[in-house]
Every structure is written in structure tokens, then in C-alpha cells.
């Protein structure tokens, strides 16, 4: 089976300019450049350069600037706070959250194009920003989801390779290699195997991480429709963007469906490059292993339940809170609830995070979402609940960080009272999303030369004694 009928964007583009050579001169110009405006891959063209020439600066002038200390703590802590990546799409405060090429969230709501007035970014937008550092207008966020549709294309093998796994497998697993089976198509590849100088590298990346992000709602939904609708699988519809379209093929075709899918693509897709999926990507992308392999290799790390899936986790433990107590709960049975949970040996999904020490603004952002969409859901308002009554707890414990609530807190809520009510499906949510941060810095990995990773590591006996050493000198 494959999913629509595609012409790469970039074909489209080079017959355009061919019948363009026709006409005279000035005319020729002018729709030249309108034409590469609204492409992508000419915008990225004429940025790398600069960039290469700005790291090449930054290493000369300042390769020796000290960031830190490293401290055993550290390298036994899972290296928090410890600065070792370049990641150039995002950056995360610990106090204000995520911007994307500095943006805020509620400054990318505000600026990036919008299905509709007021409506919610369209993730194509975020993508255009993570890839140039632009706001992009209306008619290139077109041009991209159009680009995008095009490249849609799944080839039968891979759903094959999903056919092949019992239907019980979680959904992270059947999606992870339906994306290890799309690495057949893999142009980096191809090129790397015919002895592409590493100068080009960057340009069969663009076209791997293009078509992954844009096959990637078709390998999701074909797993969705699989596991949960009979395998009554829904095509995609060219008349819609790149989040609607991934709710249609779901299966959900309500407005406010497709308006939260575009939010929820855009608020997960990048949070700098620590995080496990992140950091995964670009471990395995810097040993020039292609988008597919590297993305695949993100998403084993997002199925894990510290990072991606505790979206599932949240809802699942919310469900349990209303089997157990009702959904007409009291503050006091709540917190009973959380402490029972705690006194278990277990966390309080969607409470804590890595870095950041405030309310999540993807939670904050979301909690708006049902504030105007779903205001009188009951597990809404437990969730609103769990806000006041959680940070105290976590605090008391004395030991956990950040007691704030991070974006999974909310997720799961949402897309429940839309009818996706299947939690263990979430994470494959996250998962589309991601592809968009994860492929947009792989393409800049490549660009600019980023070298293969490889921090040293050392053993209990070597801090032993070096500590000893230190101590005496
Ligand atoms: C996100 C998370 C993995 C960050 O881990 P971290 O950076 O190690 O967090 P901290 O430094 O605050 O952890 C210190 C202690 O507090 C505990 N803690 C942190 N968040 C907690 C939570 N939500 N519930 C209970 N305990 C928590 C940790 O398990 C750790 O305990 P330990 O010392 O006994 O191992 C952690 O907060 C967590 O497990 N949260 C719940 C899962 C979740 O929501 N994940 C999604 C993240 S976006």
C-alpha cells in the first residue's frame, strides 16, 4: 500500500525553474525568487554558509573559554548541569522553559502562522523557525505543508514490518520499526555509499529528515488504526496541514481536535539537547548514521517511562485515582492518593523535571487550551486538582527538585476528552512530534561538521583515587 501519489517538492521546483529559463530574463528573476522564498532547501542554502563561518569564529576566537567545572557529582548524576552539547533549535531556562530559537511558547503562538485566526501554530511554522531561525510567513508554511504532503509517501514494506509484530506490542515498539523500516528509502545513505563529499553531507540529510518528518503521521496512524479501529485505515486528505491531517487519519475530525494535534506537534517537538530522545538522535547522528537510524534510535529512549512515557503514565494514573476515589474527589482523599503513591515507591507522573524548576509552559499553554475548549471535563478539573495539591507534597519530601508540573501533566487529559482515550498510544504522539526538533538539528549537525561524540567515561576505582590525589595535593 502506498500512501499517496508523490512528487518530491524539489522536482516540482526544478521543472518550475526549467520552464521559467524560457521567458525573458527579468520576469525569469522575479519568479525565481519567489519561488526559492518559499523553499525551504534554497533558504537553508543560502543560511549555511554564514553558520559555518560563525562556529568556525566562535572555535578560533574562544575554543579554550572554560564553561564549568565538572564535578564527581556530575559524572555520577546522570551529568546534570554539566554543558557538552551544541544544539542550536532550542534552549531551555530553568526558570521561564523552552524557546525555540527564542521564542517563547506564547511568543510562537502569537507569531507563527495559524490554520485560522486566533487558532494555534502550525507545527510546518515551527519546523521553518527550528531550520532557518525565521518566522515564516503564511504562503511558506503553505508551501512547506504542501512540500511535506508530497513527500508522504510510505512504501508497503514498512507497514509489512509492523504486520509482522503481534498487535498486542506496545505502540512505541510498532511505531519505532515502522521508522527503522522507512531507513530503506534512505537518500544519506545512498549518497554516503556512492562517496559524497562530507562538504554536501547536510543536503541528503535535508531529504531524509523531510520525508521522515513528513511519513511519520502515516506510519503513527497506520499503527493507531491497526491496534485500536479494526485496521479501518483513513487517508491522508491533501486539503488539509500537516497536524489536521495527522488528526484525520487518526480518525478524529472535529475542529478542536485538529487545533489541539497542531499545538501538541508543536509544543513537543524540541527541548534543547539533553533530553534522552534528543541527545539520542544526535549521539547516533554524529556517527553519520542517516535521520532514520538516528531518529529510530530517539525514539527507544522516548518509550522510556522517565521521558516519553509518562504521558501515558499520567493518564492511566489519573484513571486509577477515579476508580479508586470517584471523580467528585476531595483535596484530602487526593492527597492521601498521592501519598499512597509515593509511600509505594513510585513517582507522581507528570510532577518533576530534569532541568527545568518552574511550571512547565507547555503545561501552562495546554492548561489554557482546556480553559477554553473543555473547561467543565472532570478529569480537566482533577488535573487542576492535582496542581494545588502535588507541589506541596513533592516539596515536603525534601528531595525532588522541581515539584511543578512538566507537559505530560496535561496531555493525556486532552486528547481523552477528544476520544483518544487509548493513554499506552500517547508517547507515539511525542514521538511525531519529535521527529520535527530531532530532524531539524540533525540537518545543522551535518552543516556544520559536527564531529563524531564521544565523552570519556571512568570507572568507581579511578574517582577513588583521583579524589584521593586531590585531596593530598
Ligand atoms: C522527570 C524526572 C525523571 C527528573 O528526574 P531528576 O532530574 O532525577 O529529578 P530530581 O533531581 O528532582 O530527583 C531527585 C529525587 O526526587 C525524586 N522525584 C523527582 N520527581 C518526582 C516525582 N514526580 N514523584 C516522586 N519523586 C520524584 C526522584 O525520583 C529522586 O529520588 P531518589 O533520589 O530517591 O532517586 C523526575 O522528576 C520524575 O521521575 N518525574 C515523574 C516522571 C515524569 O513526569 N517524567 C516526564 C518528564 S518531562
Redesign the pocket.
Known amino acids: 500500500m502506498v500512501f499517496l501519489k508523490g512528487v518530491s517538492a524539489l522536482s516540482r521546483l526544478r521543472s518550475r525553474v526549467k520552464q521559467h529559463s524560457s521567458l525573458s530574463n527579468s520576469v525569469r528573476w522575479l519568479q525565481m525568487q519567489s519561488s526559492s522564498d518559499l523553499d525551504l532547501h534554497s533558504q537553508l542554502k543560502e543560511l549555511i554558509p554564514e553558520q559555518q563561518e560563525r562556529l568556525k569564529k566562535l572555535r578560533a576566537e574562544h575554543g579554550k573559554v572554560q564553561l564549568g567545572n565538572i564535578t564527581v557529582d556530575m559524572v555520577i548524576g546522570?551529568m546534570?548541569g554539566m554543558t557538552g552539547l551544541l544544539w542550536e533549535t532550542s534552549l531551555l531556562d530553568p526558570d521561564e522553559g523552552i524557546r525555540f530559537r527564542g521564542l517563547s511558547i506564547p511568543e510562537c503562538q502569537k507569531l507563527l502562522p495559524a490554520a485560522k485566526p486566533d487558532g494555534e501554530p502550525l507545527p510546518e511554522g515551527l519546523l521553518w523557525l527550528l531550520l532557518t531561525g525565521k518566522v515564516p510567513s503564511k504562503a511558506q508554511v503553505d508551501a512547506l505543508s504542501q512540500e511535506l504532503r508530497d513527500r508522504a509517501v510510505v512504501p508497503d514494506y514498512v507497514f509489512k514490518a509492523i504486520d509482522a509484530l503481534p498487535v498486542s506490542a506496545h505502540p512505541m515498539t510498532q511505531f519505532a520499526t515502522g521508522v527503522m523500516a522507512l531507513q530503506v528509502q534512505s537518500e544519506f545513505q545512498k549518497a554516503y555509499e556512492k562517496g559524497i563529499s562530507k562538504l554536501k553531507y547536510w543536503e541528503p540529510t535535508y531529504e531524509d529528515a523531510l520525508s521522515l518528518i513528513a511519513c511519520v503521521p502515516l506510519v503513527a496512524s497506520y499503527v493507531y488504526r491497526r491496534m485500536y479501529k479494526d485496521g479501518k485505515f483513513i487517508p491522508m486528505d491533501d486539503s488539509l496541514d500537516y497536524g489536521g491531517n495527522f488528526s484525520h487519519m487518526l480518525g478524529f475530525s472535529s475542529h478542536q481536535m485538529h487545533e489541539l494535534m497542531r499545538l501538541y506537534v508543536t509544543i513537543h517537538s524540541d527541548h534543547e539537547g539533553g533530553n534522552v530522545s534528543a541527545h539520542t538522535g544526535h549521539l547516533v547522528g554524529s556517527a553519520l548514521s542517516d535521520p532514520y537510524l538516528s531518529f529510530a534510535a530517539a525514539l527507544n529512549g522516548l518509550a522510556g517511562?522517565?521521558?516519553g512515557l509518562?504521558n501515558q503514565?499520567?493518564l492511566l494514573w489519573i484513571k486509577s485515582v477515579v476508580d479508586e476515589c470517584g471523580e467528585n474527589i476531595s483535596k484530602e482523599q487526593l492527597k492521601d492518593y498521592v501519598w499512597k503513591t509515593?509511600n509505594g515507591g513510585?513517582?507522581?507522573?507528570?510532577?518533576?523535571?530534569?532541568v527545568l524548576r518552574k511550571t512547565?509552559p507547555r503545561y501552562m499553554c495546554q492548561r489554557e487550551f482546556a480553559l477554553k475548549h473543555l473547561p467543565d471535563d472532570p478529569l480537566f478539573k482533577l488535573v487542576s486538582q492535582l496542581y494545588e495539591v502535588v507541589p506541596p507534597i513533592?516539596t515536603e519530601?525534601g528531595?525532588?527538585?522541581?515539584p511543578w508540573p512538566?507537559?505530560?501533566?496535561h496531555s493525556g487529559v486532552l486528547l481523552n476528552h477528544f476520544g483518544l482515550t487509548e493513554a499506552r498510544y500517547y508517547t507515539v504522539l511525542f514521538g511525531v512530534s519529535r521527529s520535527i526538533g530531532i530532524c531539524s538539528q540533525l540537518i545543522w549537525d551535518r552543516a556544520l561538521g559536527l564531529p563524531l561524540e564521544r565523552p570519556k567515561s571512568v570507572t568507581m576505582d579511578w574517582l577513588e583515587n583521583y579524589c584521593k590525589k586531590a585531596k593530598a595535593a
Open positions: 546522570g546534570r517511562p522517565l521521558h509518562a503514565e499520567v509515593l513510585k513517582v507522581v507522573p507528570g510532577f518533576g523535571h530534569g512547565d513533592l519530601l528531595k525532588v527538585k522541581n512538566n507537559v505530560d501533566a
